[in-house]
Each structure stands twice: as structure tokens, then as C-alpha cells.
């Protein structure tokens, strides 16, 4: 069965601050990966998503940026830290073709000081 | 206008109740329809999954697709504490990547 992992689980972080989110996923071959964030109360936004290794879309501008090195491991990065980017992140994953349930991993909840 | 409309509640029920979670989306190339249930602090986990209109039934959990009015409705038999979550619609249509549009969520609390 398929399985996906994410970590760290909790983080906080300080203004300025670099930030590494990491997110693999077994079990599976060519999975789309997706980043989302939830803010507080509110429905998730797509970040970034990926059809392959290398492959990397961006849904909306911002202080983020998302590399796929491996077909099984999709990296969320930052090089300063705002605010503004304390939130619930959560992974998710699709089977290639026409599958479009996503499964999503555990998050990570990042705060921003 | 946002894609999706889901009202947020709360929503507050005895257990035993039928409950009705409902969504309405304005992008009629919405073909695919899912729910998700999120329990506090933890990632959203798909509940049921339906393709274009019409009903889907898995055990205690009915969905609805009504395309012409666009609108989609999770129902819950015999209510449980357990259910007690935040529940999530999400539609995708079938052109281009599989992205996924999310309601706000609706928070349902199951009372004992």
C-alpha cells in the first residue's frame, strides 16, 4: 500500500529564516505531488504541484519555491522566512493518468515568529 | 466569486442525526467531485469520490452530484462522535493537470 511521509511535523521558525519541508512517498511509481498550504479555518491552497522528477508548477506567486530530485521526494523551500508563511502544509499525492483522488500526508505546522 | 462555496458552520448535532454538508461551485467543467474528512491537526483523508452526477452510497456516507445546479451534498446516517471533523469538498474538471479546487471546509460537531 502506498504511504506518505512528511517532516518535520511542527516547526518554528524565526523572521528571515531558511525553510526546508520535505515529503516522500512509497509504495507507488510516477505519483503527481502537490503542496498545499491551510491557513487557520480555511480551505487549502494549492502551492505547487509536479508531473514529474524536475517538473515543478507554481500556482501562485510568492515567497516559496518547490524542487522535485526524486521521483518519491518533493521539497518545499524558502530562503527568508516572512510572517505571512505560518501555516498548515500538507503534501499530497495522485496516481499519473486519470486517477484525480489526492492522498495527502500528515503536514507540517509551521510557525512563524 | 470563489469557485467553490461551502458554508463553514459550525455545525452541531446530536448523535443519531442525519447530517447535511453541502457545497455549490460555478465552474461547470467541474466533472470529478470528492469529500474529505479532517480531524484536528492532521491531513485531510478522502472520504468518497464521485464522477459527474448522480449518488455514490458508502455505508453510513451518501454523496450527491446535481450538475444542472451545481451543487454537491455529503450526507451521514446515525451520526457518531467520530465524525466529529472538518469536511472538505473538493471538484476538478478533466483538462490538464489533476489540481484539485477546495471549499472552505464545513466543522461538524457530533454531541453524545
Known amino acids: 500500500s502506498q504511504t506518505i511521509h512528511q517532516w518535520p511535523a511542527t516547526l518554528v521558525q524565526p523572521v528571515g529564516s531558511p525553510l526546508s519541508l520535505e515529503c516522500t512517498v512509497e509504495?507507488?511509481?510516477?505519483?503527481?505531488l502537490y503542496w498545499y498550504r491551510q491557513a487557520a479555518g480555511r480551505g487549502l491552497q494549492l502551492l505547487f504541484y509536479?508531473?514529474?522528477?524536475?517538473?515543478i508548477s507554481s500556482e501562485v506567486p510568492q515567497n516559496l519555491s518547490a524542487s522535485r530530485p526524486q521521483d518519491r521526494q518533493f521539497i518545499l523551500s524558502s530562503k527568508k522566512l516572512l510572517l505571512s508563511d505560518s501555516g498548515f502544509y500538507l503534501c499530497?499525492?495522485?496516481?499519473?493518468?486519470?486517477?484525480?483522488?489526492?492522498?495527502f500526508g500528515p503536514g507540517t505546522r509551521l510557525t512563524v515568529t | 466569486q470563489k469557485e467553490v462555496e461551502q458554508d463553514p458552520g459550525p455545525l452541531s448535532v446530536p448523535e443519531g442525526a442525519i447530517v447535511s454538508l453541502n457545497c455549490t461551485y460555478s465552474n461547470s467543467a467541474f466533472q470529478y467531485f470528492m469529500w474529505y474528512r479532517q480531524y484536528s491537526r492532521k491531513g485531510p483523508e478522502l472520504l468518497m469520490y464521485?464522477?459527474?452526477?448522480g449518488n455514490k452510497e458508502d455505508g453510513r456516507f451518501t454523496a450527491q452530484v446535481d450538475k444542472s445546479s451545481k451543487y454537491i451534498s455529503l450526507f451521514i446516517r446515525d451520526s457518531q462522535p467520530s465524525d466529529s471533523a472538518t469536511y472538505l469538498c473538493a471538484m476538478s474538471n478533466i483538462q490538464g493537470a489533476q489540481k484539485l479546487v477546495f471549499g472552505q471546509g464545513t466543522r461538524l460537531t457530533i454531541n453524545p
Open positions: 509536479s508531473v514529474g522528477i524536475g517538473q
Open positions: 499530497a499525492w495522485s496516481g499519473d493518468g486519470f486517477s484525480y483522488e489526492q492522498y
Open positions: 509504495g507507488t511509481s510516477n505519483p503527481n
Open positions: 464521485t464522477y459527474s452526477s
